[in-house]
């Protein structure tokens, strides 16, 4: 079964800063749009950024500003940067990618943020 490896997430004072990463397999990770979700505590998994493969960027109104999204095709990574950084960002953070009608997730990654 193919699997996204996510990594880079950990325990963070507010105001500091994490970037994640995400690894796909060549042959999705090239042909595909790359997404971060994140899952707080007891609430529902949110979209939270988005790259196409034209490299359009797209936020949620709750990180805009303070973290971007990019890819490195040539490493078929997507990257997450995290700045400013706040307790009400506390979640599991997922990465997916979008093939066609497919998605593929990764396993996810714990983001804590102190405050």
């Known amino acids: 079964q193919v699997q996204l490896v996510e990594s880079g997430g950990g325990l963070v004072q507010a105001g500091g800063s994490l970037r994640l990463s995400c690894v796909a397999p060549?042959?999705?990770?090239?042909?595909?749009?790359m997404l971060w979700y994140r899952q707080p505590p007891g609430k529902q998994r949110e979209l939270i950024a988005a790259?196409?493969?034209?490299?359009?960027?797209t936020y949620a109104d709750s990180v805009r500003g303070r973290f971007t999204i990019s890819r490195d095709n040539a490493k078929n990574t997507v990257h997450l940067q995290m700045n400013s950084l706040k307790p009400e960002d506390t979640a599991v953070y997922y990465c997916?990618?979008?093939?066609?009608?497919?998605?593929?997730w990764g396993q996810g990654t714990q983001v804590t943020v102190s405050s």
């Open positions: 997916k990618a979008i093939l066609g009608l497919t998605d593929y």
């Open positions: 060549g042959n999705i990770f090239s042909f595909s749009d």
């Open positions: 790259i196409t493969q034209g490299f359009r960027t």
